[in-house]
């Protein structure tokens, strides 16, 4: 039996899902959508999981490309599940569809509310004390659901939120281009190179010692989060005419980005930085548990 699991993840709550999901399971593969999906096709697998962040209300951009990108086993066990911190949106739908042309449907799906970390937006909320014990009960729930191989309708958007999600978040989804010619980097840089290493979407080099930003930034906040010294900010300048333009119109948190010097930071508790600079990891989770136990 393979099993296998693919997850997009920026600062660690799907990573984390995806950990908890495998190790209900047993011997699962887990890969991240940074990857190539011509690299690690699942034709051959028997279970295929997805997990992923919401963003504006859908999947993030990057795991569409990762998702039209590979090839399923449409025999499989096919599972997903969605990680928001308060809104799912038609990330669930926009999913399904890609699959359906690979004659791929959802067996199981499912959301896992969240900490909401788009620190360049706002601090990191509701509180993580307060949320990731909710969320891990909820994870441990689901994993045992998927173990059991049970069947679930996944969740869709509401009505309203369907004819809102034009009108509010398209805006958003044409700024995308630029959402990284804010970022700044300060001389704290100590030139570790870790930010290039935690991106999922491969839109970091160094260069000169330092990172430089490629254009194809899905703002998933762990460059900022996982840098040691603090040193990447974010600030909308002149030079950002269409952000600047945007604060002033449709867009209203566009006016509200940056990245105040006291403001907290998230990264989900039980993923560390190396973690999320990880590609793949083979992973026996039930003996590395019991190996545990024994020791
Ligand atoms: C760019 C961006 C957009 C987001 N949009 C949404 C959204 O539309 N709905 C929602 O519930 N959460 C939204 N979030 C919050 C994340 O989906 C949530 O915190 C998620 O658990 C982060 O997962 P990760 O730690 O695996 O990156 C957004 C976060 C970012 C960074
Ligand atoms: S993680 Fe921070 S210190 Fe390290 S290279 Fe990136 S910006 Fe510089
Ligand atoms: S550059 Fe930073 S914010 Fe953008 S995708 Fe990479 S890690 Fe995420």
């Not at 920026?10 to 950990?19: K, L």
């Not at 998927?146 to 999600?165: E, F, H, N, Q, V």
């Not at 991106?199 to 970091?204: A, T, V």
């Not at 989060?225 to 600047?244: F, H, M, Q, S, T």
Request: net charge positive; glycine share 6%.
């Amino acid at each position: 039996m393979k099993r296998r699991i693919y997850y997009f993840s920026g600062t660690g709550n799907s990573m984390r899902a995806a950990r908890v999901i495998a190790s209900a399971l047993g011997d699962t593969e887990i890969i991240s959508m940074r990857t190539d999906p011509k690299d690690y096709p699942a034709t051959d697998c028997d279970v295929v999981g997805f997990v992923f962040p919401v963003y504006h209300w859908t999947m993030p951009e990057h795991a569409e490309k990762f998702v039209e990108g590979l090839s399923v086993n449409p025999n499989a066990y096919v599972f997903a599940v969605a990680m928001p911190s308060f809104i799912l949106g038609i990330a669930l739908e926009r999913l399904a569809e890609l699959l359906a042309p690979k004659g791929v449907t959802l067996d199981y799906g499912n959301l896992v509310h969240s900490v909401a970390n788009y620190v360049i937006v706002y601090p990191p909320f509701p509180s993580p004390k307060l949320r990731v014990p909710r969320t891990e009960k909820k994870l441990k729930k689901i994993a045992e659901e998927i173990r059991a191989g049970k069947k679930r309708d996944y969740p869709r958007a509401s009505r309203l939120i369907k004819w809102r999600m034009h009108q509010f978040m398209d805006p958003y989804l044409e700024l995308q281009v630029y959402a990284d010619n804010p970022f700044t980097v300060s001389d704290d840089c100590i030139s570790c190179g870790l930010c290039t290493r935690v991106c999922p979407c491969n839109n970091l080099t160094m260069e000169e010692g330092k990172p430089v930003f490629h254009h194809h930034c899905a703002n998933c906040m762990a460059c900022v989060v996982n840098c040691p010294k603090r040193a990447i900010g974010y600030e909308i300048n002149e030079g950002d005419r269409k952000l600047l333009d945007a604060s002033n119109s449709k867009t209203p948190l566009v006016k509200i980005m940056g990245l105040p010097k006291g403001r907290k930071l998230y990264r989900n508790p039980y993923i560390t930085s190396s973690d999320l600079c990880k590609n793949e990891e083979q992973v026996s989770w039930q003996n590395e548990e019991k190996q545990k136990k024994r020791s």
